[in-house]
């Protein structure tokens, strides 16, 4: 008797859960943005094998739920539009209506801390930048982590929300100052920008979090297939190579409560964080993404595996979003004036950057190497000029656009007696900030030992020369530019961008873009 009621009350509930109107799929909501221009998969659960219609802009679009309860129906490509209409899905004489949708580019923000910072902790932004935010045609998605990873042990509330379902919290919203203020700096100015400049509705979508290393973005599918991720798997991360000390260190505080049970979900824990905050989004035709990360990965000086893990990131995702060449625009890691081993990586992470934008298409390293901290803080406040290089980036090299979006970059070398002439792309009008000589450059000669260097301008057009020269060395050979962690550089074009750092006996290529 006892089970014939259970089975009788959950059959009562599963109808009680029928009758209720259709629902939409996570990623969608009242006040979003709807991609222009290509076609639109819109996807829920309802009852299953029942039809459901979806009506959008005046088009209705039939289909069946299937024996699961899933349904997706595809919206053809539209115009932008500013004007806020109605997404509908109905079933059995019930609807769900999420309102005031636009018609627009989306585009997708992620990384670490510095991508997570939010708008409000920008000290220049608290009293003007977020009062001015309110924008109709600018709407935010921003997904909340729902534990972080402070040096601190786990409460039961931080390993409750560690499961890939409830980890990011968050609903599409118009930016207002309620809404920009907690969400992503870097991401807001980014949006800001490119709505101001195409003059269309734009939507971004953040989900990010502090620490977070390469593999917990990475798929659990490709980690499982990959041979070269063999040590991220289950248990094994906590010990993997391929994870920084910092990383694992500040895991095992998290987890230690619960660590002597297994390895608990962490989001560290590879593939976690693209599961609970990526995969959800993957149906959806994003514009492109950007991604300010690398600080953590950074402890571990491997260029291979580094360019390794990035690599197989962006091309994971691109699978993921059904797009071998989705735009990812990612942030150069910028200056740190921080002289500790955990740094020391810097020079060369940000060699990687370029090394992996000189190989993918429609893949840009921004240079930042002007742009942070002049003490030890791995949080350089002011995120406007971030995120609005980014977005000159995405409007040259995505939109067509003239705007300007490259500094002076190495092109070749060439040794000419006791001087090294270097020859420099996206240099048209080269100068310096300051009028004194460029500085940190650097050069050695079969020694391999770096003297500093005095350089001068000889030619400022597009590929301009610069000569180095210095007393230590006779026979120069090779030549670096801004190799440290912490520098001040001078040296700018025409537009007044800086100049990429660069090594001349480096495997990356010379700049193409």
Not at 44 to 67: C, M, Q, R, Y
Not at 85 to 114: F, I, M, P, R, Y
Not at 418 to 439: C, E, S, V
Request: glycine fraction near 8%.
């Amino acid at each position: 008797m006892r089970h014939y009621i259970a089975f009788i009350l959950a059959a009562a509930a599963l109808n009680a859960a029928w009758a209720a109107a259709p629902q939409f799929n996570r990623v969608f909501g009242s006040h979003m943005v709807l991609p222009h221009g290509k076609n639109v998969p819109v996807s829920g659960t309802a009852e299953p094998n029942k039809e459901i219609s979806v009506t959008f802009g005046g088009a209705t679009l039939k289909t069946k739920a299937d024996s699961k309860g899933n349904w997706t129906v595809t919206l053809p490509p539209m115009q932008p539009n500013a004007a806020g209409q109605t997404l509908t899905a109905s079933q059995n004489g019930k609807t769900a209506t999420l309102k005031d949708v636009l018609v627009g580019e989306v585009w997708l923000a992620s990384g670490q801390s510095n991508m997570l910072f939010r708008l409000d902790q920008t000290p220049t932004a608290r009293q003007q930048d977020i009062a001015a935010s309110a924008d109709p045609e600018l709407r935010i998605f921003n997904n909340v982590p729902q534990a972080h990873t402070a040096g601190k042990a786990y409460t039961d509330k931080d390993f409750d929300s560690l499961t890939t379902d409830s980890f990011y919290k968050g609903s599409w919203a118009v930016s207002s100052p309620q809404s920009s203020a907690p969400t992503s700096a870097v991401a807001y100015y980014f949006a800001k920008k490119l709505r101001q400049e195409l003059g269309i509705p734009v939507g971004i979508i953040h989900s990010s979090l502090g620490g977070s290393e390469m593999a917990a973005w990475i798929p659990q599918s490709v980690i499982n297939s990959n041979g070269s991720l063999r040590s991220l798997r289950g248990n094994d991360w906590l010990q993997s190579p391929l994870v920084s000390a910092w990383v694992r260190g500040r895991a095992r505080q998290n987890i230690a409560p619960r660590l002597k049970d297994g390895s608990p979900n962490h989001p560290f824990k590879p593939a976690f964080l693209y599961e609970s905050g990526i995969s959800w989004i993957t149906g959806f035709p994003i514009s492109g993404i950007i991604w300010y990360q690398g600080e953590s990965d950074a402890e571990i000086i491997d260029n291979e595996q580094n360019a390794m893990l990035l690599g197989t990131l962006i091309s994971s995702w691109r699978k993921a979003f059904s797009n071998p060449s989705l735009p990812f625009l990612m942030v150069q890691l910028p200056r740190i004036n921080d002289k500790s081993a955990l740094r020391a990586g810097w020079p060369e992470f940000r060699e990687v950057q370029d090394r992996i934008a000189n190989t993918l298409p429609k893949v840009y390293s921004v240079n930042t190497i002007d742009l942070g901290s002049v003490n030890s803080d791995v949080h350089p406040p002011d995120k406007q000029p971030v995120g609005e290089r980014l977005a000159d980036t995405a409007l040259n090299k995505i939109y067509g656009r003239k705007t300007p979006c490259e500094g002076p970059s190495f092109k070749a070398a060439k040794a000419q007696g006791n001087k090294l002439l270097i020859q420099m792309g996206h240099a048209a009008g080269l100068t310096t900030r300051d009028g004194q000589p460029p500085a940190h450059f650097e050069i050695a000669g079969a020694d391999g030992v770096y003297h500093p260097a005095e350089a001068k301008i000889i030619s400022a057009r597009d590929n301009a020369v610069i000569q180095l020269t210095s007393p230590d060395v006779k026979s120069p050979k090779e030549a670096r530019y801004c190799w440290a962690p912490f520098v001040t550089p001078n040296l700018v074009n025409g537009a007044g961008l800086p100049a990429r750092a660069f090594r001349t006996n480096s495997s990356v290529k010379p700049a193409q873009r």
